[in-house]
């Protein structure tokens, strides 16, 4: 029986089932709204936004762009939806959102081989299965997926720190240095109990300015929102992530009542987060909090914190760059539970998870993407990155190889591209590599698309 089954009819599972319809495989989809609603979602329309309703910048400079003209030149059903119901948004392409889902829901609906069935899924079913339910996985679908692929491999909840712009750190304040005689990887913000008493005075005040909305979360001890341990005493947080133990300060040679430390982001350390300062405050109340810190007081947010519930898996762990399960290659996974962010993304891996369970129906080998090609990028990069701390992942350039140093004809050295230089090649090079893969390699009737010329950047 070349039947596959697809839970969850958001940005991916609409793709997927689409996709694998196109191929003429039959798809039962599986959608528990409107009889069970997530938190988030309003309606029981298919591949509804919760949130912006834009599917990224477009054109030749960007990461979105490309991925955008890939899904394009396949035939990409969340694309299209977008491209029919798009209102003027500068660079980027933003849709409205009752149009955009109206017209997914009636291609999903009409489509001869695709049956909905409407009702929560409580275990991933047998057979070939695309597992598409998203950031907000009902409770007993996730248990089970856990179950499959080990509960250490899902996680519930995105919960990151603000993150420091290094050039904006007073460094006349603050200071390197590790706990005790550890390597002086941190940099340390003193307080002074004054000091201290303002901050914890502000978090307090900005802890009542956070929205209950629809979260509802049950924090895990290793990730509690600052605000939160503050809401324990006074002490709590200088007793817990601020504490000031084996750190002397060098203007005082004494521990301070208590430090803020910060920790290395990326290589080149122009990016610091605040250690232990995972955050759900408004991001206005964010800096002015931040701002109270010692030596942060013209501080530079690069990254606000976030706190919000996230389902996903740990993909380098349990995913091949096919989307298949290791455990299971008849199970596929796609979208934010597959360790993407973004509408956009999902709907890409999407179109790939039920393109490869067709396949797998039809007795073809799954694929994956070239390497040069955006959804080639991002799917071999859940499947290889560093599995330690894994956060789900947006689109971008560095997931593409870096293009081959060209010769300067004049000094025979090679010649730094700037990024207005190099991008318009790698977008090409990524959609040719696309185009040639979908069309020969997958056998897929394929459009070049046009692509819209935009220069500057878009969000
Ligand atoms: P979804 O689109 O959520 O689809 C999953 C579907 O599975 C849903 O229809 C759900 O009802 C269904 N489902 C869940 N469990 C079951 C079950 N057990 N049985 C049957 N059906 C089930 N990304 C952006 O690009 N821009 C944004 O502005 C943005 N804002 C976001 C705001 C919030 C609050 C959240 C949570 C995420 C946001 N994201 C945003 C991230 C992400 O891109 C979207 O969540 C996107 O919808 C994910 O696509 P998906 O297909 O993985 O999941």
């Known amino acids: 029986d070349t039947a596959i089954t697809v839970i969850g009819a958001g940005l991916a599972g609409s793709e997927a089932a689409l996709a694998a319809a196109t191929l003429g495989v039959r798809v039962r989809l599986l959608e528990m709204r409107p009889v069970k609603m997530t938190p988030a979602h309003r309606t029981g329309n298919f591949a509804e936004l919760v949130c912006s309703t834009s599917l990224g ?17 396949v035939g990409g059903a969340i694309v299209g939806a977008a491209d029919g119901s798009r209102v003027p948004a ?10 955009f889902s109206a017209r997914v829901t009636r291609a999903v609906r009409e489509h001869p081989l695709i049956e909905v069935v409407e009702g929560e899924v409580e275990a991933v079913p047998e057979g070939i299965v695309v597992i598409a339910t998203g950031p907000l996985t009902a409770d007993a679908l996730a248990a089970d997926v ?14 990151a720190a603000p993150v420091i712009a290094a050039e904006s750190i007073n460094l006349d304040v603050a200071w390197r240095a590790g706990r005790y005689d550890q390597s002086a990887d941190y940099i340390n913000c003193p307080f002074n109990k004054e000091e201290y008493l303002r901050f914890f005075e502000a978090l307090e005040q900005a802890r009542s300015h ?19 341990i503050a809401r324990r005493g006074v002490d709590t947080p200088r007793f817990g992530p ?43 109340d964010q800096k002015a909090v931040v701002n109270l810190i010692p030596g942060l007081e013209n501080a ?33 996974v796609a979208g934010v539970l597959a360790g993407t962010e973004g509408y956009l993304e999902s709907a890409a891996t999407g179109w790939l998870a039920g393109t490869n369970a067709a396949r797998l129906a039809l007795g073809l080998a799954p694929l994956t993407p070239p390497t040069e090609s955006m ?36 000094t025979g050295k090679p010649r730094k591209l700037g990024k207005r230089e190099k991008r318009p090649v790698m977008f090409r090079r990524g959609l040719n590599a696309f185009l040639g893969w979908a069309g020969q390699e997958a056998g897929l009737t394929v459009t070049p698309p046009a692509v819209p010329q935009h220069e500057a950047d878009a969000l």
């Open 57 to 73: 910048g477009e054109g030749e400079m960007q990461a979105k762009g490309l991925l955008q003209a890939e899904l394009r030149s």
């Open 90 to 99: 500068g660079n980027a392409l933003a849709v409205d959102r009752d149009e």
């Open 146 to 159: 856990a179950r499959l692929t080990g509960s250490e491999r899902l996680s519930f909840y995105d919960a």
């Open 210 to 228: 956070t929205p209950h909305d629809w979260e509802k979360l049950e924090f895990f001890e290793g990730c509690m929102p600052i605000e939160e």
């Open 242 to 284: 601020m504490s000031p133990k084996g750190l002397d300060d060098p203007r005082t040679g004494r521990w301070p009542y208590a430090v803020a430390q910060l920790r290395q982001e990326d290589r080149e350390g122009r990016m610091w987060s605040l250690v232990g300062f995972q955050t759900g405050l408004k991001w206005g």
């Open 300 to 332: 530079e947010i690069v990254r606000y914190g976030v706190m919000h519930r996230n389902t996903y898996l740990n993909a380098p762990e349990v995913l091949d760059s096919t989307l298949q399960l290791r455990a299971d290659p008849t199970k596929f």
């Open 375 to 410: 959804l080639g990028g991002l799917v071999r990069y859940l499947a290889s990155a560093n599995p330690k701390g894994f956060q789900p992942m947006n689109v971008n350039w560095a997931l593409v190889p870096e293009l081959p140093a060209e010769l300067n004809p004049k």
